[in-house]
């Protein structure tokens, strides 16, 4: 029967199961080792590098620790050899990616369940953060989506140290409403999310704080949205992103009462979705007549001119005017004051100043 494709095993001394094409599958609840894998060409300015893979939150909407198992963690000599031969052919950014990257290593040497301790996985990531920023040609280092709890002081004060990290940080919040955030099985309160976005603040420059948010989840009444509201509001991220919550069949939150109408997380999603393009433009509009350099990714044609567009560390988005300067080119580093022209949508001109710094 093609409907049927698996088989899962019940012996306990066994820690795979057998599908029905004699193929094996690793047990999800096990912990197995990262499987290494290479990327060589990517074909960018930017490569996003991967260095674990699933998850022990266990957040109540979430599937993740279910379809990708728990938490595994590349070796550092593996993920800094992939890096320098990125380097080698031309790359200059990496993006560190996971399931949860801020629990990066923090099952080695532990026998059984493995709890998050944000001192332990804190110094495992900014350990690789530092290998890797020695690289040779590597100019900036971009994380992924962080946890909350591992912004301590010892890892900020770490990472704002570091020579090329981009000050550009994703930390989940999903809800600003203490509530919500305890059915939601996610381990901090607003104010001390808040602490954290305090902390990145007093160490690093102008960090771009972005966030994720969940609108409309199971119960949320509409004081608890109001107290999300305002919380980002106060906040006052660069970028929200916003999400409708919609249901993953086998989770916590499925089962619970009080789901709410398409309708309504609409309308609660266009009120953040106007908070945050408000507070995006502001904070791109601050950095009006700054110095900023730009890593150009491609060209566009914009009112019958060539530009080249690239992104700041902070992950704004800029261009720069294709004048027959040499170097205008992918993978070019080019250095300038934004002018406060902006050419469509969130595209901001760059007006170089410096020479630029040629792609490899």
């Not at 990257?101 to 690789?128: C, K, M, N, T």
């Not at 939601?184 to 603040?201: I, P, V």
């Not at 972005?210 to 109001?226: A, C, S, Y």
Request: hydrophobic letters at 35%; charged letters at 30%.
């Amino acid at each position: 029967d093609e409907v049927l494709d698996m088989a899962s095993g019940t012996d306990p001394d066994r820690s795979m199961d057998k599908t029905l094409g004699g193929r094996t599958m690793a047990d999800l609840a096990e912990r197995p080792e990262y499987e290494d894998m290479q990327l060589t060409a990517p074909g960018h300015t930017r490569a996003y590098i991967k260095i674990q893979d699933g998850c022990n939150q266990f957040c109540t909407y979430c599937i993740i620790p279910f379809a990708r198992g728990r938490i595994r963690s590349r070796r550092p000599e593996e993920i800094c050899r992939e890096i320098r031969a990125l380097a080698a052919g031309g790359i200059r950014e990496v993006v560190l990616t996971g399931i949860h990257i801020s629990s990066y290593g923090l099952e080695w040497g532990v026998q059984g369940p493995v709890r998050f301790d944000p001192v332990r996985a804190g110094g495992h990531l900014l350990d690789l953060i530092r290998k890797i920023s020695v690289i040779p040609g590597i100019e900036r280092i971009r994380l992924g989506s962080l946890e909350p709890r591992i912004m301590t002081e010892e890892f900020v004060r770490g990472i704002a140290a570091v020579p090329g990290l981009c000050p550009h940080f994703h930390l989940s919040l999903q809800s600003g409403c203490d509530a919500v955030l305890k059915r939601m099985n996610r381990h901090y309160t607003a104010a001390e999310f808040r602490g954290y976005m305090e902390r990145l603040r007093r160490h690093i420059d102008r960090p771009a704080l972005t966030t994720d948010v969940i609108v409309g989840f199971p119960g949320e009444t509409e004081e608890e949205f109001e107290q999300t509201r305002a919380f980002l509001e106060q906040v006052d991220f660069y970028e929200i992103h916003v999400f409708k919550y919609s249901v993953r069949k086998g989770t916590i939150a499925a089962r619970m009462k009080g789901q709410l109408t398409d309708a309504v997380k609409s309308a609660r999603s266009d009120v953040l979705l106007e908070m945050t393009d408000r507070q995006a433009r502001a904070y791109r509009d601050g950095f009006t007549g700054c110095r900023e350099e730009l890593l150009l990714e491609e060209p566009v044609t914009i009112g019958g001119q060539t530009w080249f567009t690239g992104h700041t560390a902070r992950y704004v988005r800029g261009a720069v005017l294709c004048d027959g300067r040499p170097g205008i080119q992918s993978g070019a580093l080019v250095r300038g004051r934004f002018t406060g022209q902006r050419l469509e949508g969130d595209l901001r001109v760059l007006e170089i100043e410096d020479s630029v710094s040629k792609a490899k």
